[in-house]
């Protein structure tokens, strides 16, 4: 069982705005920043968001993270097909000393 | 450009112990600030880190594996290897290693190997 908390599934239309939530605690999301990732369907996790609210390059603006308190999301707006991945966010755990990653959400345009 | 790639074992019985490296290019683990770490991925689940490597040869571990996981770099040789004891079929999984920046605690995966599936079985 993961220490972030993430909706299993999300879905949405093309164009439409779709958040993913990721809840943690003091430790890890309330004392360091949250990164999120993008794993299209067999293949290795891409960075698609650090340090919060922060874009790689090549990562469209319609990407964009938040964090407050013990919580963070990762929102997508105009969705598109080639959006269809699992997503999963992370933190540093000051209590274990570690990463922590979230359950990952799977996100699926209908 | 930074690359990684990670070789070893396709197959191993339980009991045995898993031996992977971690070969990249386009950076130094000689150099402040770098960090190479490692992660999982069991078949249909989730990522799991299990440990990383630090510039200054400090270490951390995955608190549920510690007691089976070393890892170690060569970074004349620009590696990283990770070893895991006593494997046992719930092991079996996508092994990952990849580039983090940015700190000892608000660092992130920006680069990524292509993993290497490990599969555990008699």
């Known amino acids: 069982q993961s220490l972030l908390t993430q909706p299993p599934s999300a879905s949405g239309t093309p164009g439409q705005r779709v958040t993913i939530s990721c809840s943690g605690s003091?430790?890890?999301?309330?004392?360091?920043?949250v990164n999120w990732y993008q794993q299209l369907p067999g293949t290795a996790p891409k960075l698609l968001m650090y340090?919060?609210?922060q874009r790689p390059s090549g990562v469209p603006g319609r990407f964009s993270g938040s964090k407050s308190g013990t919580s963070a999301s990762l929102a997508i707006s105009g969705l598109q097909s080639e959006d269809e991945a699992d997503y999963y966010c992370?933190?540093?755990?000051?209590?274990?000393?570690?990463?922590?990653f979230g359950g990952g959400t799977k996100l699926t345009v209908l | 450009q930074i690359t990684l790639k990670e070789s070893g074992p396709t197959l191993v019985k339980p009991t045995q112990t898993l031996t992977l490296t971690c070969t990249f290019s386009?950076?130094?683990?000689?150099?402040?600030?770098?960090?190479v770490g490692w992660i999982r991925q069991p078949p249909g689940k989730a990522l799991e880190w299990l440990a990383v490597?630090?510039?200054?040869?400090?270490?951390r571990y995955s608190q549920s594996l510690k007691s089976r996981l070393t890892i170690t770099k060569d970074a004349s040789k620009n590696q990283v290897v990770l070893t895991m004891t006593n494997m046992d079929p719930v092991d079996t999984a996508t092994y990952f290693c990849?580039?983090?920046?940015?700190?000892?605690?608000?660092?992130?995966?920006?680069?990524w190997g292509q993993g290497t599936l490990v599969t555990v079985s008699s």
């Open positions: 990849a580039h983090r920046r940015g700190g000892y605690y608000r660092g992130y995966f920006d680069s």
């Open positions: 386009g950076f130094s683990l000689s150099t402040t600030g770098v960090t």
């Open positions: 490597i630090y510039w200054d040869d400090d270490k």
């Open positions: 003091s430790s890890n999301i309330g004392a360091n920043t």
């Open positions: 340090s919060n609210d």
């Open positions: 992370a933190a540093w755990d000051d209590s274990l000393n570690g990463v922590v």
